[in-house]
């Protein structure tokens, strides 16, 4: 079987940024196991295993655009010392949960501690990163009546307002 849209996929993968660094590993593990053409994985890397069957092997080189996206520069900013309030040494590397401008919640990382305040990024960590993925395919199958209700609730649940 092929990979299409709603078959599940079971893939071992090994991700690397463009300094060669691996990022991210399913070695040792189980592979990773979803849903092709849920958004379950970058759509570079879904656009990269359709049509491929168990047993394929292949190394992908996807561009920021059809991964994390490009770093956007309104998501770095200085902020006050007081926004910190209650953590004794804020230092560059730790990573905390903010709210935006609207109040939805992200994940910020310290870039840097200045007198002038506190440098926090949050673009996505990979964001702006050309990235490189090995990949085995371990299994292709059709979904089971159960995997494809837990797919069609959770689409149904993103589309609620609300959500």
């Known amino acids: 079987m092929k ?9 071992h993968y090994k991700l690397m940024n463009d300094d060669g660094d691996v990022v991210d ?5 189980e592979p990773y196991i979803f849903m092709q053409g849920t958004n379950a994985v970058i759509p570079g890397l879904e656009r990269g295993i359709a049509g491929k069957s168990a047993g ?9 655009e059809d991964a994390y ?10 902020a006050k010392p007081e926004a910190f309030n209650g953590v004794e040494d804020v230092k ?7 709210r935006g401008p609207e109040g939805q919640v992200q994940q910020v990382l ?15 960590p990979l964001a702006g990163k050309v990235l490189s993925f090995d990949v085995n395919i371990v299994e292709v199958r059709q979904p089971s009546p159960e995997e494809l209700d837990e ?12 959500s």
């Open 3 to 11: 990979i299409q849209d709603k078959s599940i996929v079971a893939m």
């Open 56 to 64: 394929d092997k292949l190394h992908l080189v996807i561009q920021p």
């Open 110 to 124: 310290v870039e840097e501690v200045t007198e002038e305040g506190i440098k926090v990024n949050a673009n996505h």
């Open 92 to 98: 560059a590397g730790m990573s905390f949960t903010a």
């Open 151 to 162: 797919f069609t609730q959770s689409i149904d649940e993103m589309d609620q307002p609300g």
């Open 25 to 29: 590993t399913s070695e040792g593990q």
């Open 69 to 78: 996206g490009p770093v956007i520069k309104e998501l770095i900013r200085t």
